[in-house]
Each structure stands twice: as C-alpha cells, then as structure tokens.
T-cell receptor, first 115, second 117 residues
C-alpha cells in the first residue's frame, strides 16, 4: 500500500497560464475525489469519480477547471487561464468502501501559487 | 443548509491529558455521517473516526472517541492521553446520506491543537 500520491507538490505559475496536476490513488480504490483548501479554511469539494465516470461536480468549479480519470486509475485536474484566486492546496483522495462511513485516504496535496 | 462549525481556532493541552475539540453541525437530512480528520503540518488528511446519525453508541477508535449529542447537533472529538504527535489541525466534516449519489463532505474551519511536553 503506497498511499495516494500527488504530483507536483508545489507549482508556481503566472496568471493566465494553464496548469495540470496528477493524482495516483491507492491501486484498488475505485473512488477518487478532488478537494481544494485555502489557508485557514477546511477543504471544499470539487469533483468525484467512480472508476472513470465523473459522478459529481461542484458548482464552485468554473468552466476553467476540468478533471479526468481516463482508465479509472490516475486522475488529472487541469486549470486553464489561472487566476490569483486559484491559489490553494489541491487535495486528492481515494476510497474503496461503499458505506456511509466511507474512509477517504488523502495525498499530501499540490500547493498552487498563481502570481 | 448543511454547515459545520468549529468554534475553537486553537487549543493547548499538556502531554498525557485528555482534550475535547468541539464541533456542531446543521442539516435537514435525518440521515448523515460525521467524520473527524487530522491534518499534520505535512498536509495529508488522516481519517480518525466516524459516527452515523442512527448509531446507538458513541464511536471510539483507540484514543479517539466521539461525544455525539444528536439533540444538540454536536459531535465533539475527545482525545485521551495526548501525545506530542497529536499536534496538528483537526477537522470535523459531514456527509448527508439521503441526497442520492452525494459523496461530498462539508468541512469545518478546523482547530489547531498543540500538545505541550
């Protein structure tokens, strides 16, 4: 069990540039989540996949955000035309349980800074 | 509207003592789940404990226990015998269970716990 890994750990970009983050979940986990966390706040839900299907997407997510999980394994989160307000920690989590007490396993996150 | 409130921005506790972290919630869904996660300075959220709204007993996981008071809509985390490694941010979160395919967790602002030697 290697845990959830996210790449890169840190990303600094200029406003207007596109960025892409990758998440590798725990291998047998079929559910994958993206959350965003800004300083002093709890995480905010962005989107969720079951296998390769994107089943839920937050209304917070503008059209500049897109997420994929093409083969039901790793996932990518792309932000187009980044804005300073996109600066945050982007957290990925995965799970296997299909119970109400579903336990999420989180990665260490990708810290995005938009200058 | 669903909401999680954590009113303690920061807490201190002496090593080996117990500490209670407060969490209140609001939901109109009679079926929901409550979670506590720990976030050390490394950034990785770590699951601690879960309580379902229909669970008859308070949840316990090792040194963690959840003081669930449904009428008061509170789900306080109790950490017994604090250790230096318990120093971290602690988040309370909730999921409404009757909302179809909803898997979204709603999170509080967190409480920063410092354990003093």
């Amino acid at each position: 069990d290697t845990g959830v890994s996210q790449d890169p750990r840190h990303k600094i970009t200029k406003r207007g540039q596109n960025v892409t983050f990758r998440c590798d979940p725990i291998s047998e986990h079929n559910r994958l989540y993206w959350y965003r966390q800004t300083l002093g706040q709890g995480p905010e839900f962005l989107t969720y996949f079951q296998n390769e299907a994107q089943l839920e997407k937050s209304r917070l997510l503008s059209d500049r955000f897109s997420a994929e999980r093409p083969k039901g394994s790793f996932s990518t989160l792309e932000i187009q035309r980044t804005e300073q307000g996109d600066s945050a920690m982007y957290l990925c989590a995965s799970s296997l349980e299909q119970t109400p007490g579903e336990k999420l396993f989180f990665g260490s996150g990708t810290q995005l800074s938009v200058l | 509207a669903q909401k999680i409130t954590q009113t303690q921005p920061g807490m201190f506790v002496q090593e080996k003592e117990a500490v209670t972290l407060d969490c209140t919630y609001d939901t109109s869904d009679p079926s929901y789940g409550l979670f506590w996660y720990k976030q050390p300075s490394s950034g990785e959220m770590i699951f601690l404990i879960y309580q379902g709204s229909y669970d008859q007993q308070n949840a316990t996981e090792g040194r963690y226990s959840l003081n669930f008071q449904k009428a008061r809509k509170s789900a306080n985390l109790v950490i017994s015998a604090s250790q230096l490694g318990d120093s971290a941010m602690y988040f309370c979160a909730m999921r409404e269970l009757n909302a179809g395919n909803n898997r979204k967790l709603i999170w509080g602002l967190g409480t920063s716990l410092a354990v003093n030697p």
